[in-house]
T-cell receptor, first 113, second 115 residues
Framework: DGGITQSPKYLFRKEGQNVTLSCEQN?????MYWYRQDPGQGLRLIYY???????QKGDIAEGYSVSREKKESFPLTVTSAQKNPTAFYLC????????????FGNGTRLTVT | AQSVAQPEDQVNVAEGNPLTVKCTYS??????LFWYVQYPNRGLQFLLK??????LVKGSYGFEAEFNKSQTSFHLKKPSALVSDSALYFC?????????????FGTGTKLQVIP
């Protein structure tokens, strides 16, 4: 079955440590996205990539970094510079067409203490 | 700037009754509108979209949505609610223009269907 796989499902880290969240898709989609979800705030865009080897900052990119070396992979690194990293992180992909819906992974819940 | 408002944090409905989850939007030009559903600790699932044409759009699991341009609304509806419909629902909008266009999500409405 085609889809998006995010791993791990739960992640715990100490403050000051960088952590990388994995996102892999086998839908052959060109565009990939990272969102952060906090209660009552909806989804906020962190980074997006429309094509391999290219990515752009979203609304809340500070303290995060990404890479897009392969079409199917779009890992997100949460750095120690992110002030409030504890959240639910969602990866999504789309064909890139202007009316195409987003396909989401099942998320990674990151807790930083 | 574009925006989406979901005025109700929670909607409660009895099983078998019709349900409506409200959404209004603001965007320049023609809107592309989407509804997604999220079950606990899961990602969002696409339900339906409005791009152009008929104002009543039918989607997955018996859901439909009505586009109203004059009221800038895109309310989600279902004739008969099921307990399994209980979830978090998100409305989203993007401008109907070519090239990359940002998708803006509402803050979500929790639907509780009471047996």
């Amino acid at each position: 079955d085609g889809g998006i796989t995010q791993s791990p499902k739960y992640l715990f880290r100490k403050e000051g440590q960088n952590v990388t969240l994995s996102c892999e898709q086998n839908l052959n989609h060109d565009a990939m996205y990272w969102y952060r979800q906090d209660p009552g705030q909806g989804l906020r865009l962190i980074y997006y990539s429309q094509i391999v080897n290219d990515f752009q900052k979203g609304d809340i990119a500070e303290g995060y970094s990404v890479s897009r070396e392969k079409k199917e992979s779009f890992p997100l690194t949460v750095t120690s510079a992110q002030k409030n990293p504890t959240a639910f992180y969602l990866c999504a992909s789309s064909t890139g067409g202007h009316n195409s819906p987003l396909h989401f992974g099942n998320g990674t819940r990151l807790t930083v203490t | 700037a574009q925006s989406v408002a979901q005025p109700e944090d929670q909607v409660n409905v009895a099983e078998g009754n019709p349900l409506t989850v409200k959404c209004t939007y603001s965007v320049s030009g023609n809107p592309y509108l989407f509804w997604y559903v999220q079950y606990p600790n899961r990602g969002l699932q696409f339900l339906l979209k409005y791009i152009t044409g008929d104002n009543l759009v039918k989607g997955s699991y018996g859901f439909e949505a009505e586009f109203n341009k004059s009221q800038t609304s895109f309310h989600l509806k279902k004739p008969s609610a099921l307990v399994s419909d209980s979830a978090l629902y998100f409305c989203a909008v993007r401008p109907g223009r070519y090239g990359y266009q940002k998708v803006t999500f509402g803050t979500g409405t929790k639907l509780q269907v009471i047996p």
